[in-house]
């Protein structure tokens, strides 16, 4: 092994940090670029998904709701807004796995730039894929009925929503480079996805679920990240969703991000 390939990010100044992960996003984005299919999941996914949830089960949970599919409109939007942050950065660990077995993170192992510079650039790119995805999903609420009264909270929930799915993604990329192939990342990453989705209050109210579930429901990040949206985008309690969303944000970074660079750089 060379020395370039255990050299530690420390001995590395934050300038050249800052100057290797703006050369990989910029590599990322002329992937991208090479290969437009790669936002289809960006594209086409908040567009299923609102459609589906809007006009299938709209009426019967809008009525639940004290309204009818209008109500549910401003119910749901806010909620698919979280659901992203799940969808969105489940790719970031796909990805990344892909890279590896392609061979691409070993000629990046043996240049000497930091280690964390890889790990940041691909999160950088799936941010800037989020955004894109919540752009279109924005776009499809409004034309299905949705009501922006508050452009501010608006940008407040959007910035939430990155928050939370930067951390989430930390724990997608330990999934990519730990695991051996996509096919066992998406696996796992369903088994995280499922309960965190369908256990939340993002698709319907969890009055209406059982004691044990609406429990789970209670202690669900998304749901803190949904009710918190909810309540910026269309009014309503924030504040303690808001520092909850805040804290696990915080905390899936704090012990996840250095899990991530530690398994990429032992990585054999």
Request: proline share 5%; net charge positive.
């Amino acid at each position: 092994m060379s020395a370039a390939t255990v050299t530690p990010d420390a001995r590395i100044p934050l300038r050249g940090h800052l100057r290797h992960t703006g050369a990989l996003v910029r590599r990322n984005l002329l992937w991208i670029r090479q290969d437009p299919e790669s936002l289809f999941d960006a594209v086409l996914m908040p567009v299923v998904f609102t459609l589906l949830f809007v006009y299938v089960f709209g009426g019967s949970i809008g009525q639940a709701l004290g309204g009818g599919q209008d109500q549910y409109v401003q119910y749901v939007v806010p909620g698919l807004l979280a659901m992203m942050s799940l969808t969105m950065a489940q790719g970031v660990g796909t990805g990344f796995n892909q890279d590896f077995n392609s061979g691409v993170m070993d000629r990046f192992r043996s240049l000497p730039i930091g280690r964390g510079s890889v790990l940041i650039a691909k999160i950088v790119v799936e941010l800037a894929r989020m955004l894109v995805a919540t752009a279109i999903l924005l776009a499809v609420g409004v034309l299905v009925g949705f009501d922006i009264t508050n452009w501010g909270g608006l940008v407040a929930a959007v910035a939430l929503t990155a928050a939370f799915g930067s951390g989430l993604m930390w724990v997608f990329l330990t999934l990519g480079v730990t695991m051996k192939n996509v096919q066992s990342v998406q696996a796992m990453a369903f088994l995280v996805m499922m309960p965190l989705q369908f256990g939340s209050s993002v698709f319907a109210p969890p009055s209406s679920m059982p004691g044990w579930l609406r429990a789970f429901t209670d202690y669900n990040p998304v749901s803190a990240l949904a009710d918190a949206s909810r309540g910026l985008m269309t009014g309503g309690p924030v504040a303690h969703d808001l520092w909850l969303t805040l804290a696990w944000s915080a905390a899936l970074t704090a012990v996840m991000a250095p899990v991530a660079v530690h398994k990429f750089r032992t990585k054999s």
